[in-house]
């Protein structure tokens, strides 16, 4: 062994640089490999077991973001890879999966029951599992991000003969995804659907909320047309402006709804002529008596067509668009085609009552633009352009200095807004705009800035206006 280490030691002697480098590479290499090994081993998505529904519908929402994933033979975990686990945990939460876990029909008759259980008690457990598929129902309803159903039974008094029984009745809360909401149609469908759910319970005595705890009547909020208006007004506002430049076109819009909602059934036939026929003839004796019969079946085709038109009460009636352009800014070979246009981009049917009115107006701002240089002739054009000069460089100490003093101390929360923002800039911009309003001030105006201007707009347009940037 003593010579084998000196035989060693002289083949290492002239060797050591090259013996260093190897070395380091397979240290670096083993290194690199178990941060592999570490970031791509899959570890548990949730630190608690999940109830086998949940779970599929975890596992349904990765398969559609194509991401990769396993799970336990009991359906109880989702494994994900380590390095994946943040990223997939805040885009599940961000689509409100999984659900609370809601007992069923089902899951209530695979349960163990004892034979001297109370009737009361088996009521409970059945009206327990009748919530259950209700809440699953109504979750499956398009646009709605979670639904909970509570039913009271009618109160029994103990008198058999009792006629103020009180009936049975339901609150149904629905929280719907951020800037949809149920229509009338949809709200008497759910008020029926949960009534004929449990026995007794009527339509009437549905009670159904939104997630913000408002009641939802049915009736026409007062807000939902100016808010259309305001919708289309900005779209056609935000094309002209786009083409003529900010300040060239005012745009006005005005809608009016039906105000009652309508539920039209008509049923036509259709007829296809004589489809084929029989004849009949008998002749004979009866009693002496000699009788003839005879008898003719004809068959005809035909079509029965049954038409049903629902109207809600918000629906438009007529629609009123006024175009305000400025002659100084607008040509007169251009103003032919904006309403053309604005009738496109609006949707309005000119047949149906609808009215488009464009106009070329001098803009007060033009005219006060063209005395402009009149008056500035007589003022030194020297002494102006020196003031704003310093004007202009006044502004820029007093704006970037804070904001240098700022850039160190916000550090943390700059890397914050930027990694958040990597992660909404996948999502739907309804999404993105639900997770910026419950974040700080600072933080949203961070998240916003990192968006190019056409996504930042999108995403804007769901912000409610108190917290715009």
Request: net charge positive.
């Amino acid at each position: 062994m003593p010579q084998v280490a000196r035989q060693t030691r002289a083949w290492l002697a002239p060797r050591k640089a090259a013996v260093a480098l190897v070395s380091a590479a397979l240290l670096a290499a083993a290194a690199l490999a178990l941060a592999q090994s570490r970031t791509s081993a899959e570890v548990p998505l949730y630190s608690v077991a999940l109830h086998p529904a949940q779970a599929v519908e975890v596992e349904r929402a990765l398969t559609l973001w194509n991401e990769p994933y396993s799970a336990d033979g009991a359906h109880t975990q989702v494994f994900v890879a380590h390095s994946r686990r943040r990223d997939v945990l805040l885009r599940l939460t961000l689509a409100g999966l999984p659900h609370g876990y809601v007992p069923t029909t089902s899951d209530v008759l695979q349960e163990s029951q004892s034979a001297f259980l109370p009737q009361t008690a088996i009521d409970d457990r059945r009206r327990a599992g009748i919530q259950g598929d209700l809440t699953a129902s109504l979750r499956r309803i398009k646009n709605v991000a979670d639904a909970s159903v509570v039913i009271a039974p009618a109160a029994d008094t103990g008198l058999a003969l009792d006629v103020q029984r009180p009936l049975p009745s339901a609150s149904v809360q629905i929280v719907m995804q951020y800037g949809t909401a149920l229509s009338g149609a949809q709200l008497a469908g759910v008020r029926r659907f949960v009534a004929a759910g449990y026995p007794g319970l009527t339509p009437e005595r549905v009670t159904v909320m939104d997630g913000s705890g408002t009641l939802q009547t049915g009736a026409v909020s007062g807000e939902r047309a100016p808010s259309r208006e305001s919708r289309l007004q900005t779209s056609v506002q935000t094309a002209l402006d786009a083409v003529f430049g900010a300040g060239a076109a005012v745009v006005r819009v005005n809608l009016r709804t039906t105000g009652t909602s309508s539920d039209i059934r008509s049923t036509r036939t259709v007829p296809h002529g004589l489809l084929d026929s029989q004849t009949g003839r008998e002749r004979g004796t009866e009693h002496g008596r000699t009788f003839f019969k005879e008898q003719s079946a004809h068959h005809f085709a035909y079509d029965t067509i049954v038409e049903k038109r629902y109207a809600p009460a918000d629906a438009i009636a007529r629609m009123s668009i006024a175009v305000f352009l400025d002659s100084g800014k607008v040509s007169a070979d251009q103003r032919g085609a904006v309403a053309d246009l604005v009738r496109a981009a609006a949707g309005a049917d000119l047949k149906s009552g609808d009215e488009i009115v464009v106009r070329a107006l001098t803009f007060a701002a033009a005219s006060a633009g063209n005395a402009g240089p009149k008056a500035a002739s007589a003022i030194d054009r020297r002494w102006v352009f020196r003031l704003f000069v310093v004007a202009l460089l006044t502004i820029a100490a007093i704006a970037v200095g804070p904001r240098v003093a700022e850039m160190y101390a916000n550090a943390p929360r700059a890397r914050a807004a930027q990694a958040m923002c990597g992660t909404l800039q996948k999502e739907l911009p309804q999404t993105a705009a639900y997770v910026l309003q419950t974040l700080p001030q600072d933080l949203r105006e961070g998240v916003l800035r990192c968006y190019d201007p056409e996504q930042r707009a999108r995403v804007e347009a769901y912000l409610p206006r108190s917290t715009h940037v």
